[in-house]
């Protein structure tokens, strides 16, 4: 948006207004001046909703050669960098009627590239914004975003990735953020069955760690999620994060969460699971007492006191 001409005109209009040797007094705007402002302002508006209108339609677009996808991409990076900001992230929907087929194209779309770009912009416009998280779930968005997480798609014969799946889960945690029905949906729709899969060690690191990352959170904000965590095991899930990957904080932090819910039950799921829990734990600690990891090491002290 740097090279639109009406911000040259603005810029090209307030130097001219000082010479820039003495410090300009503030005068009442006069009426020829104040004309030229609305309609250069008028004119930024009316662009901006032609542009968003534009990239949208491209959204509709066929995928079958290669300029067509890379013109699609572009067309969701575009969207991606005006949606970065609340007023924007409205604007694509109410100006150019784009949420919809960005939802549409994380279902349809063959090309996981897409998929991955359409998801994160869903994440960004739905993020924090009422109005937009409205308009994702009237266009079934919850299900949509489920079925990329868990690996499945409008294709039945496409592989999904694990950048796809992230940018998914990303998704769905933007979408139900501050929205305690929206909680609910996911919790009804099965989310917590996806997640699970997710905590296994043969799932990638990223994945792993975004999964633990958004259960802390959903732990902290919902009763119901820790019911159902500890009804479907995941202490010892968690616990195995700590112990064997990199993701000890993050792990931690999610079991922390569910811990304090339930210590009673996660510390016996965990005892049922390794019945040496409580030694390996001491032994992450003095390894973790060796290096810097100081907000790691803290995380594992809390979950000795409230599993022991």
């Known amino acids: 948006m740097a ?29 020829e ?17 032609k542009t968003m209108k534009e990239l949208v339609a491209t959204l509709s677009d066929p995928e079958d050669t290669l300029e067509q996808v890379k013109a699609k991409e572009s067309a969701l990076e575009e969207l991606i960098d005006r949606s970065d900001r609340i007023d924007y992230a409205v604007a694509l929907h109410s100006f150019g009627n784009g949420l919809f087929p960005t939802i549409d194209l994380i279902a349809s779309s063959k090309h996981g590239s897409i998929r991955s770009l359409a998801a994160e912009l869903v994440a960004l416009c739905v993020k924090d914004n009422p109005p937009c998280q409205a308009w994702a779930f009237e266009r079934n968005a919850l299900n949509v975003l489920l079925g990329l997480h868990s690996g499945r798609t409008g294709n039945t014969d496409d592989a999904v990735g694990e950048t796809e799946r992230v940018k998914a889960l990303s998704a769905i945690s933007a979408l139900i953020q501050h929205n305690d029905d929206a ?14 899969q997710d905590l296994h060690m043969q799932v990638g690191q990223r994945l792993r760690a975004r999964a633990c990352f958004v259960l802390q959170w959903l732990f902290e904000s919902s009763q119901n999620a820790c019911k159902q965590a500890v009804e479907k095991q995941f202490a010892p899930l968690l616990f195995l994060i700590l112990l064997q990957s990199e993701e000890i904080e993050y792990a931690g932090r999610a079991l922390r969460s569910l811990a304090k819910k339930d210590a009673i039950q996660c510390a016996e799921q965990i005892r049922a699971a390794d019945r ?12 973790l007492s060796q290096s810097d990891a100081e907000g790691e090491r803290n995380v594992v002290e809390e979950l000795l006191r409230l599993l022991s």
């Open 33 to 49: 001046k104040r004309e030229f402002l609305d309609k250069v302002m008028s004119s930024m508006v009316e662009d901006e909703s």
């Open 183 to 196: 909680v609910k949906a996911f919790l009804w729709a099965g989310g917590l069955d996806n997640m699970k």
């Open 3 to 31: 090279d639109n001409p009406m911000y040259k005109a603005i810029l090209k209009w307030s130097l001219s207004q000082t010479d820039g040797t003495r410090t300009s007094e503030a005068t009442e705007m006069d009426q």
């Open 276 to 287: 040496e829990w409580q030694m390996k734990m001491n032994d992450k600690l003095k390894e």
